[in-house]
């Protein structure tokens, strides 16, 4: 069986759904194929800062999580060597972490039922030249052959459309990250404020999410060996990696649900790749992990993947406007050239910023690091502090009634 699509994503997650809303919100309706039987949730929660928020007002979802999620206003960090508190007060448009869930679900809510096809795998990737533009022609397993003008891969850090496209494999940052969600079914008594404590190699906090669940987290060395089994990974953090850590963030994950449990390496794509790197060819792009893959440090993996999001609606939608309401193939290698030239440099210095802040709040004791460690903490954590300031835009207008009718059409 062949089908004709105008837009097709790999990948249902935070890039994947969000990119499938700014779409549908200029009038375009795409198709999500998603490998996985339901919307995937690993992870527990992430922290949402404020260009993750404009974003989501921008994509109109933001009013769904507001009420659910207040944001923290204080920051705390304990050095477990020297007992050191260093607390940053946030003033306001104060971050909120939400549960991974709860995000995913505000965003598929806004689509179409036939928008996401699980269970939905690929096996190869073709691009067919029509004169002066291309199709995506994709092969499923089942035999299946879906032919698009556009075709995004939202398909996470290891992308099989990213390596289509010539892009490096990521790499290790040598570190690791466990990921964990805290349930009190009587409720707890921590304050709403992240709490984080630090030592040579490894970092860990936590930070409610509300009257009953707190997000935790443990940056440590990557090893060989990690465990697969929730319990046992619960068991070396206590035991091995957090043993020194105070007796409220050991209780915190002894009250962890295990089904969100998770540990994996924090990988990250070089930021020369994707300064120099094809991010796009022809028709075809990447987005969210696909394009950027970065350690946790700053906070900004899922809320990168949004404001990739918007921007390809607006360079999208841009061209469908301007050819009367339709996809034109000609122009879609313009419109992704243009989306890849606005995310580029962003994308990058988000890769190297998070590299070295974790880099830095991990490294060690001796007194060339605590010297790079001073002058990091005054002149470029400031400047890197104001990344959640950058504002990725809007979406063209488009009225609802153009919207509804180019999505009611496109699933008769």
């Known amino acids: ?63 769904k999580l507001n009420s659910l999620y207040t944001p923290f206003l204080r920051v705390s960090t304990t050095n477990l ?14 971050p909120r972490t939400v549960h991974r869930k709860a995000l995913l679900e505000a965003l598929a809510e806004e689509l179409p039922a036939d928008s996401i096809r699980f269970s939905s795998e690929f096996t190869s990737i073709e691009q067919h030249k029509l004169g002066d533009a291309s199709i995506a022609v994709l092969h499923l397993e089942d035999g299946t052959t879906i032919k698009s003008k556009v075709l995004i891969g939202c398909d996470g850090v290891h992308s099989v459309v990213a390596k289509w496209l010539g892009l490096s494999a990521p790499v290790h940052s040598g570190r690791a990250a466990v990921r964990g969600l805290a349930v009190f079914p009587q409720g707890h008594e921590f304050t709403k404020e992240v709490k984080q404590f630090g030592d ?12 009953k669940e707190l997000y935790w987290f443990l940056s440590c060395p990557e090893e060989e060996n990690m465990a697969r089994d929730p319990q046992l990974i619960q068991k070396e953090v206590i035991e091995k990696y957090a043993y020194n850590f105070p007796s409220q963030y050991l209780d915190v994950v002894r009250h962890d649900d295990l089904s969100n449990l998770t540990w994996a390496p924090l990988l990250l794509r070089h930021p020369w790749n994707v300064i120099y790197g094809n991010l796009s060819k022809g028709n075809i792009t990447v987005a969210g992990d696909a394009m950027h893959p970065m ?9 990168s993947a949004l404001e990739d999001a918007v921007v390809l609606g607006r360079h999208i939608g841009n061209s469908f406007i301007k050819n009367g309401r339709l996809l034109v193939p000609e122009d879609m290698a313009r419109a992704l050239d243009g989306y890849v030239k606005e995310r580029r440099w962003r994308a990058a210095t988000l890769i190297t910023g998070a590299y070295l802040s974790g880099w830095m709040q991990q490294g060690g004791y001796q007194w060339w690091k605590k010297f790079l460690r001073s002058i990091f903490y005054v002149l470029i954590f400031p400047i890197l502090a104001n990344v959640v300031r950058y504002d990725c835009g809007t979406l063209p207008r488009v009225s609802a009634s153009v919207e509804l009718q180019h999505s009611s059409n496109k699933s008769d």
Do not use: F
């Open 1 to 63: 069986m062949e089908t004709l699509e105008d837009v097709v994503i790999i990948g249902a997650g935070i890039a994947g759904l969000a990119t499938a809303v700014a779409l549908k919100r200029v009038g375009i309706r795409s198709l999500i194929l998603e490998k996985s039987e339901t919307l995937r949730s690993t992870g527990a929660a992430l922290t949402l800062t404020q260009n993750a928020w404009l974003a989501l007002d921008t994509l109109g979802v933001s009013h």
């Open 81 to 94: 060597a020297t007992g050191a508190v260093r607390e940053i007060l946030l003033k306001d448009h104060g």
């Open 200 to 211: 040579v190699g490894k970092r860990g906090g936590y930070v409610p999410l509300n009257d």
């Open 295 to 303: 350690t946790p440090d700053l906070a900004q993996g899922a809320c």
